[in-house]
């Protein structure tokens, strides 16, 4: 019997408040409407990487009176997504801790296994998918996705906002993800040995005032305030001073009324 493999990935993003609020924004319709022909009433889901549970408890509403588990690996946040479900009066919904690598279920659990932004941050995503595919029933789906933080696009082109993508790139490579698995998803699942997979794109895109402050907001904040910041300066990729330069950029974008920004992803419904 041979040892399981040694991983070493570490989440770039962190939980800082200034993470966990921009995470909350996100719901089945602005972050996972490719998945929303597959929601059916009774359908049971796992939402892996379900984080503060926000897109989670949306699919919840969406297949009542269909079991939905999300699980994430942080039990604080686990604690966050149970509150926001105890506050909405679901009863269909539980949230636990959990392993993408090793999913506490048997085989054949869920109809549906969803991943929303999770396989960027593994060092084996198809490992990850694998485990997926082992807890899917036979007809059921495995969806996921992925930013493509390269193909990113925004104006004004700060130069301060150019750094933060040389150096988001940095850190989530030397945290062993990828930041722009978005556009290998297709790839990855066949590598998992899928063979039916749809592979689809959508994009978010920031650009009045409200979106403004919440995208540019977040990040003048997690620049210097969440673990982004220490996990920059220990990769070599990053000083001090320029995550503060990075976090003035963000800043100035926020009250430009001309400022836009657009995040394309990936995703790909596979079947079982």
């Known amino acids: 019997m041979t040892d399981a493999p040694q991983r070493t990935e570490r989440y770039t993003h962190g939980h800082h408040d200034s993470v966990l609020r921009a995470h909350a924004w996100r719901t089945v319709e602005n972050s996972a409407s490719y998945l929303v022909p597959h929601l059916r009433p009774g359908c049971s889901v796992l939402d892996v990487g379900s984080g503060p549970g926000t897109i989670t408890v949306d699919i919840a509403r969406r297949v009542a009176p269909g079991r939905v588990v999300g699980i994430d690996a942080v039990a604080d946040v686990v604690g966050q997504a149970t509150a926001l479900a105890d506050s909405e009066g679901l009863r269909n919904v539980e949230f636990a801790t959990g392993d993408a690598y090793a ?75 990828d930041p722009n698995a978005g556009r290998a998803l297709k790839a990855l699942a066949h590598e998992a040995g899928f063979s039916d997979v749809t592979s689809t794109a959508s994009i978010w895109c920031f650009s009045d005032r409200a979106d403004r402050e919440w995208w540019g907001g977040a990040w003048a904040e997690r620049a210097v305030a969440s673990s982004f910041a220490p996990q920059s300066i220990e990769a070599g990729v990053a000083t001090r001073e320029d995550l503060e330069a990075v976090s003035a950029a963000w800043t100035e974008w926020v009250g430009d009324d001309d400022a836009w920004f657009s995040m394309p992803h990936g995703e790909i419904i596979a079947r079982v």
């Open 103 to 177: 999913l506490d279920f048997p085989d054949d659990s869920f109809d549906i296994v969803h991943a929303h932004q999770v396989l960027q941050h593994l060092g084996d995503p198809v490992a990850a998918l694998r485990e997926m595919r082992r807890v899917t029933r036979p007809g059921g789906i495995v969806a996921a996705r992925d930013v493509i933080y390269v193909a990113a696009a925004w104006y004004p082109l700060l130069p301060g906002l150019a750094e933060w993508m040389r150096i988001y790139q940095g850190v989530a490579h030397a945290n062993g993800g």
